[in-house]
């Protein structure tokens, strides 16, 4: 026999049957490796995981037990593990005590308020933000004759524990609001805004201000204007462990001006200062100082003090909601810190970690399917995979608070994070997922809404590519659109 006309048959015949494969392929076979060989992947690690909800079929399913860096995707552990745990019409009470009593108008004593967690003593979450809260306070001891106040205002923010960031966060995002630090008592999101606006002629300072008037943030201005036309080129830095703040750079004397969002050191001392104006602003003399708990010379003991005023919460599903929709890192972690102070007695990081997982195991997540470091994703030390994120998602979809938690995601082409992703395309109002971003990671998962109503759960998670974030995020909703189309 001819070995060479038999190495020829051979491959004529391989030939053909892979012509016939690629012949016989699904359409989404055909995109699948279309979305594989785009160059936006080149070097990257990527993971896509489909399942159908009403058959537990999987559509596709690569990488599915790898590791990856899961950005904001860790807020979905967090929102469902508190959901199911502590419920959705869950509320946090932040209390004012006052350790003295009032005699003749005047209180003798320290007020404290003491923080639990809460995070939504803050105007950026409801028109009721912490200085109209503190305001309502103010008023109730008016309303109990008060007129002085000899003591401290304190804030107590140490039920979480003093490690106030997060392992793993970056040093230098430390300034920036997305950092916030962790307190059990927070207001505003431990962030102020910082306003620059440019001096009437090139080479004059910039004009610098602050949304703050507490005073706790020292300004240093070293910004100038610059000519007319030219690129801003500001930028703000805080000292670590402090709050004294430098704006410097340029910026063009025909700008209309920029506005950063800035981190403060200790807030609990923030919340304090905050609650000393609103008492004088309703002509309440305060002789003290607002302190935090932290300063005290003895330590304080809850025992010996009175209710004065409190304020609960909007329920838990308000807060995931905003939590995911918005992807608010300091939200997330005070809720992490606060199942492991419900479940751990302890709301340190620690406790957290080890309350966070054994509800995850208990909710059918694979104990060694995720390493956790935080409540928010900030950190790059944590890791999950994909059939991690598949498993808490299909546990979540036969939960009895599912339509919870489908509410708390951002819907394609509709609101949060996914507002004008997918806006003009079949997936756009069909995709409720979760978005997760840092450098060299996008990450998206979730549920997606047939045209028949059926439900299918994906991930689909990008770390270490070397291109465009926004490319990353093209290639993701065109294969959603796609999958999206086909189930019409």
């Known amino acids: 026999m ?70 904001s995707n860790m807020k979905l552990f967090t929102t469902a593990a508190a959901l199911v745990l502590l419920g959705p019409e869950f509320r946090y009470a932040t209390n004012l005590y006052v350790d003295g009593e009032p005699i003749d ?49 304190v804030g107590d923010g140490s039920l979480f524990g003093g490690d106030y960031l997060g392992a793993g966060w970056a040093w230098d995002d430390e300034v920036y609001c997305y950092s916030a630090e962790i307190s059990a008592l927070s207001v505003n999101d431990n962030c102020v805004a910082v306003s620059i606006r440019p001096g009437t002629n090139a080479g004059e300072p910039a004009l610098v201000s602050v949304d703050d ?74 002789s003290g100082t607002a302190t935090d708990q932290q300063s005290l010379r003895e330590s304080f003991s809850y025992e010996s003090t009175k209710l004065v005023a409190s304020y609960t919460s909007p329920p838990l599903r308000e807060i995931i909601t905003y939590i995911n929709k918005s992807s608010s890192n300091l939200y997330a972690e005070l809720l992490f810190r606060t199942l492991g102070e419900r479940f751990r007695g302890n709301g340190s990081a620690k406790t957290a970690v080890e309350a966070l997982r054994e509800i995850l195991t208990n909710m059918s997540v694979p104990a060694d399917s995720i390493v956790v470091y935080d409540g928010s994703g900030l950190s790059r030390m944590n890791l999950v995979t994909p059939s991690a994120l598949t498993a808490l998602l299909e546990y979540m979809y036969r939960h009895e608070h599912f339509s919870y938690f489908l509410a708390s995601l951002p819907v394609s082409g509709v609101d949060g994070t996914l507002s004008k992703r997918m ?48 490319s990353v995020r093209q290639l993701q909703d065109a294969l959603l659109a796609r999958l999206v189309d086909l189930a019409k």
């Open 213 to 286: 008037l507490t005073g706790l943030l020292l300004l240093r201005t070293q910004a100038v204007t610059a000519a007319q036309g030219e690129e801003p080129s500001l930028h703000v830095s805080r000292e670590p462990g402090s709050n004294i703040l430098t704006v410097a750079g340029s910026i063009a004397a025909d700008a209309a001006g920029m506005e950063f969002f800035v981190s403060i050191h200790r807030p609990a001392l923030f919340a304090a200062a905050h609650l000393q104006r609103a008492l004088e602003s309703k002509g309440i003399r305060v």
């Open 423 to 470: 806006r003009h395309t079949p997936a756009g109002g069909r995709i409720f997922a979760k978005t997760g971003s840092m450098t060299h990671v996008q990450n998206l998962s979730g549920y997606l809404k047939g045209g028949q109503g059926e439900m299918y759960l994906f991930s689909f998670l990008v770390n270490n590519f070397s291109g465009s974030a926004e």
């Open 2 to 71: 001819n070995i060479d006309w038999c190495k020829t048959c051979t491959i004529l015949v391989a030939a053909s049957c892979f012509m016939l494969l690629v012949a016989c392929a699904t359409p989404f076979e055909r995109t699948l490796k279309t979305t594989r060989e785009d160059p936006a992947l080149i070097g990257a690690q990527s993971a896509l995981v489909v399942k159908s909800l009403s058959d537990g079929a999987f559509i596709v399913q690569s990488h599915a037990d790898r590791f990856f860096i899961p950005a």
């Open 105 to 153: 108008g005047v209180m003798y004593g320290n007020l404290v308020i003491r923080g639990v967690g809460d995070p939504t003593l803050s105007g950026r979450f409801h028109a009721r933000g912490a200085d109209e809260i503190f305001t309502q306070w103010a008023e109730t001891l008016l309303n109990m004759g008060v007129r002085e106040v000899r003591g401290n205002i």
